[in-house]
């Protein structure tokens, strides 16, 4: 993919907000903190286009970047924080459960896990959305750089058992060094054209 000019379109939390399904879209899900934030910057070559936070939770909206003239690159907000207000915990399932079942021009949705968590109960309702309304998920594995090369393969494992996934099917990724990132532009490809 060619990076020729990215902006952000505009928040929503409901279809009625979303801009116009004029374009083909990809997603980007997973609990807070995890690195979507991160992730889209690198993959988009923006040093903070897209906010990152070290408190987790920031992103409560659904946030539209708009890149070149022809794709949407999503921002969803992440689940799973704790500090998060009842009320925000209560509107992440619908909002995120509606976005995956009527967005007509979804694509494909990147998946984020952390190399030091195994996968949790949210993790697992989203990948069950995923197949419920049969949009292709390309699963990564974020922050490899935190924990020691030889240690990975394991966590790896340990991740795909618990999500049912192949562990082939996952890309090992780390914001910090960028490992990963051509990869996950080529399995996106592939999705925008498997149409
Ligand atoms: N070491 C390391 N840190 C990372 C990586 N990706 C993200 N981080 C850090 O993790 C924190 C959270 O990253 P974000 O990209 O804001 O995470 P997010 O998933 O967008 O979080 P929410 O918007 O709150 O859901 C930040 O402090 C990032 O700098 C990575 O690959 N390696
Ligand atoms: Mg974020």
Redesign the pocket.
């Known amino acids: 993919m060619i990076i020729k000019k990215v902006e952000f379109v505009k928040s929503a939390t409901r279809p009625s907000n979303y801009p116009p399904a004029e374009r083909s879209e990809i997603a980007f899900a ?10 889209l ?1 690198v993959l988009i070559e923006r040093k903070n286009l ?10 409560q909206l659904i946030n539209f970047f708009a890149l070149n003239d022809d794709l949407y690159l999503v ?1 969803l ?2 689940y799973g ?1 704790a500090r998060v207000p009842v009320a925000v915990k209560k509107q992440w399932g619908p909002m995120i459960r509606t976005y995956l079942q009527t967005r007509p021009t979804l694509k494909a949705v990147v998946m ?1 896990f952390d190399i030091r968590r195994i996968p949790q109960q949210e993790d697992l309702q989203l990948l069950d959305w995923l197949e419920e309304f049969d949009v292709p998920t390309v699963p990564v594995i ?5 924990i020691s090369r030889n240690r990975r393969a394991r966590q790896v494992e340990q991740i795909a058992a618990a999500t049912g996934l192949d562990a082939g099917a996952f890309t090992l ?4 060094n960028r490992q990963g990132r051509d990869e996950i532009w080529e399995r996106l490809e592939v999705a925008l054209e498997d149409d």
């Open positions: 997973g609990r807070s903190n995890v690195g979507k934030s991160s992730l910057n897209v906010r990152t936070s070290s408190t987790p939770g920031r992103t921002d907000p992440g924080f984020l974020t922050k490899a750089d935190k990724f780390s914001a910090l």
